[in-house]
């Protein structure tokens, strides 16, 4: 058998460190995948509630996230690095970044009475810009573009790392022009082929 064909088949550690955040659908985890000889690495692990792993349209929405994101290779974007399930829990290792959201910088500054110095806002906001025109303009392994829309972009879902890197997160509700979008009842039409 060739390589070209061949298999590798993988079964993944993660050990959990410390819970990051809880959210309506998932809680996020800071954890450290674990390999062979002593190999480690720190990853963020987002876990679908099992309230909603056993609804299919839930977990359908979170396997989504999860396609759609995995190929988005973007300096400004969280990297999705491996989607996985384990009796019953369904899960994503990401990019772990070490760092603030938007919100909690803006929250400080709201309590300090300091605005945010606009520089620095034009910096984050550049690239979030950065990560949006990416992932709209992403093109499938055909060529096809994919129109993707993110749906939530918020103070929340945009994280700062300490040595000054910006990286939009959670693409949960973020749909491409190739998705069915239940509540419209059909395919979505993002845009228009340029």
């Not at 061949?6 to 809680?27: E, W």
């Not at 985890?29 to 692990?45: I, P, T």
């Not at 999860?66 to 974007?77: F, M, P, Q, Y």
């Not at 491409?176 to 059909?186: E, I, S, Y």
Request: with cysteine.
């Amino acid at each position: 058998m060739s390589d070209d064909a061949r298999t590798l088949d993988y079964h993944g550690r993660f050990r959990l460190v410390r819970r990051i955040a809880a959210g309506g659908m998932a809680t996020v985890y800071e954890a450290e995948q674990v390999g062979d000889r002593g190999f480690s690495k720190r990853v963020a692990l987002k876990v679908i509630h099992q309230r909603y792993a056993r609804q299919p349209e839930w977990l359908q929405l979170f396997i989504d996230e999860a396609k759609l994101s995995a190929n988005l290779v973007h300096g400004n974007i969280v990297q999705i690095f491996q989607f996985g399930e384990v009796e019953g829990e369904y899960f994503m290792a990401m990019e772990y970044i070490r760092g603030v959201t938007l919100r909690a910088l803006i929250d400080h500054h709201r309590t300090t009475g300091e605005p945010l110095p606009p520089p620095l806002a034009a910096y984050i906001a550049s690239r979030v810009c950065r990560a949006l025109d990416y992932a709209h303009n992403f093109v499938d392994e055909s060529g096809r573009r994919l129109y993707i829309v993110h749906r939530d972009v918020s103070p929340g879902n945009v994280l700062l790392t300490w040595d000054g890197q910006v990286k939009l997160a959670d693409f949960g509700i973020a749909k491409a022009r190739t998705m069915r979008d239940p509540a419209a009842g059909g395919n979505l039409a993002l845009g228009k082929k340029h």
